[in-house]
């Protein structure tokens, strides 16, 4: 038996300070588990996002972030056709549908990721690639005309390596506009992912050939110590 718990526990035996709520937010190290899978447990149970999003249904903290970009950006609205790509688990479309409101004939929001996506009410939800050459034309069958909206928060598992991490969040972005450009409606919107590493200027720059406005934002509910930006780009001029 433990010290401290129980008969064993005499009167010379230290006792244990009282849990206080912080203590509850820490994990007990356990066997076999990583300093880096520690560190990530001991944040999620820290971050005020993860519980928010758990009490309020959305199935990742990632919810929050469109959410905000939404409110400041005015993207989603009812009857527009969304395409959320790296959809994965699902956060971004719950929160997409719930603003567009999908139904019969009238809105519609396509989840895609490479990852399986559990259904989601009101979306479509399909397992595809975005980086393969195939998947565009697979993508315009299931979709049967353009989309108002394509949102991408894709992004590579992380390697460790900040700069690999960068290019890798670079190329995804590359591939959610080669996407983008051939689904999206003339007048639709774009948001996307990017990893701040001094290239990703470019990647926005381009972009304002092909719309009418071109921003940059970081979400609150984006951590503050990582490298994610998000670019919205209106108005696209096909
Ligand atoms: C940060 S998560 C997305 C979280 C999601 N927006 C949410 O709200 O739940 C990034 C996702 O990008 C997906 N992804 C990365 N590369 C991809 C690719 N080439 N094609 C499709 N999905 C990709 C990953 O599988 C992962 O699910």
Redesign the pocket.
């Known amino acids: 038996m433990p010290a401290g718990k129980g008969k064993g526990a005499g009167p010379g035996t230290p006792k244990r300070r009282a849990r206080t709520a912080g203590d509850m937010r820490t994990p007990t190290p356990k066997a076999g588990r990583t300093v880096s899978s520690q560190r990530w447990i001991t944040r999620q149970l820290r971050d005020p996002f993860v519980a928010d999003a758990k009490a309020q249904g959305y ?2 903290r ?2 929050f ?2 959410i905000e970009i939404d409110d400041k950006f005015h993207l989603l609205a009812p009857g527009k056709r969304v395409l ?10 719950q929160v997409a549908v719930e603003r567009v409101e999908p139904a019969e004939g009238r809105g519609a929001v396509f989840a ?4 399986e996506v559990n259904p989601i009410a009101g979306a479509t939800a399909v397992m ?5 050459q195939d998947t565009l034309p697979t993508l315009q069958e299931l979709l049967g005309g353009p989309v108002d909206v394509v949102l991408s ?5 992380a390697s460790g390596n900040r700069t690999v991490d960068a290019l890798r969040a670079a190329s ?1 972005a590359d ?1 959610a506009f080669a996407t983008a450009e051939h689904l999206l409606r003339r007048g639709g919107s774009f948001a996307a ?1 990017l990893m701040r590493s001094g290239q990703e200027t470019q990647f926005v720059v381009s972009l304002r050939d092909r719309f009418d406005a071109v921003r940059t934002f970081k979400p609150k509910s984006s951590r503050q110590d990582s490298a994610e930006i998000y670019v919205v780009a209106t108005g696209f001029k096909g």
């Open positions: 199935r990742s990632a919810a972030k469109i959320d790509l790296g959809a994965a688990p699902g956060g971004w479309t895609v990721d490479q990852l595809l690639d975005v980086s393969k928060d894709m992004a590579p598992a995804l591939d992912k």
